[in-house]
Nanobody, 127 residues
Framework: QLQLVESGGGLVQPGGSLRLPCAAS????????IGWFRQAPGKEREGVSC????????YYADSVKGRFTISRDNAKNTVYLQMNSLKPEDTAVYYC????????????????????WGQGTQVTVSS
């Protein structure tokens, strides 16, 4: 059974950091474009960051550039989202997603081209 499992969410103060792992089971992440999406209450789900399997290229939404970093550890079959300098507007449920390796990071993040979703993890940025 193919599964993506996110963890690492929680409550953090503004300016703080969190790292979200996304672990895959039932399939190998090497062959997939992986992305992180988020959905805040009353808003549409948006692509935050995506990373390709073919050349390691990445995409970041303008709102997180310079603060978030996506990376993959194929040996651990895990993708990470490092979030620094967190702001209250980063509060959302964060979802990990996978798409076939031919999917570009732009197609995945901008047009939500996704084959598999994780269950999500809540991130709350508040003092």
């Amino acid at each position: 059974q193919l599964q993506l499992v996110e963890s690492g969410g929680g409550l953090v103060q503004p300016g703080g950091s969190l790292r979200l792992p996304c672990a895959a089971s039932g399939f190998t992440l090497d062959y997939y474009t992986i992305g992180w999406f988020r959905q805040a209450p009353g808003k549409e789900r948006e692509g935050v960051s995506c990373i390709s399997s073919s050349d390691g290229s990445t995409y970041y939404a303008d709102s997180v550039k310079g603060r978030f970093t996506i990376s993959r550890d194929n040996a651990k079959n895990t993708v990470y989202l490092q979030m620094n300098s967190l702001k209250p507007e980063d509060t959302a449920v964060y979802y990990c997603a996978a798409a076939t390796w031919t999917t570009t990071v732009q197609a995945m993040c901008l047009f939500t081209t996704v084959d598999y979703w994780g269950q999500g993890t809540q991130v709350t940025v508040s003092s």
